[in-house]
């Protein structure tokens, strides 16, 4: 049965809007491990556009689930991890201005960084996910710097438009979660992830964790966070 981390990225960032203390990331993240929910995600950007060092210590010191830790693979942020110790450390490509995660990693392109980065940080007893688009070079090279997951980024079928093009995008994440299997890399999957997209994906194999943010922060304004996490659980719970 495949695990929900909760990603609580947007309540800081409603809380940077007014530059106030609230909301606080951390009481969404106590409010997702009443729900149930097996983890919590934070992605601490170079510009701190909403996580703060702040909240990233308090969460270390109060998640007992387990903390992804998502970053660039920069100097700045490999040394933040090393002090704070995340259970998983997801490397992520950044862009300054960019409004999301644009895309995967460029794997093949960033070999060496990604080496050196990996080896650190698994050296330190965190394990590493990275970020990847879902295309064959992607995984096999993860696989060759002996990741311990792929983070599959589910966009291409989140923002597919049109019974068939999903179903195409579908397949294609099917494909390549088999591939990483068949490689021995674990299996994750995250963007744009929704409480209606979510119920096709839970039916592929071997999917070890879904990472989702935005639709749970957004279902959470109005219903309140613990029943926006459970009903979400109450999908992934359905995986295979
Ligand atoms: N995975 C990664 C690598 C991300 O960058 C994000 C967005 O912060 C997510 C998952 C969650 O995406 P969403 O907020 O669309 O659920």
Redesign the pocket.
Known sequence: MAKLSI?V??VATLRQARMASEPDPVAAAVAADMAGADGI?I?LRGDRRHIQDRDLKLLRQMVKTALNL?MAATSEMIEIALQVKPDMV?L?PEREGEL??EGGLDVEGNYEQLNQAIGKLQLNGMLVSL?VNPDEESINASAKLRADYV?I?T?SY?SARGVAEQITQLERLEKMAALAHRLNVGI?M?????YRNIVNLVQIPHIHEF???????ARAVLVGFERAVREMLDSVKRSR
């Open positions: 990603n990225d947007h995600t992605h998502e997801t992520v999301t995660t970020f983070e980024n966009d989140a994750n995250g963007h744009g992830l929704d990472s989702i943010g935005h639709a749970i922060v």
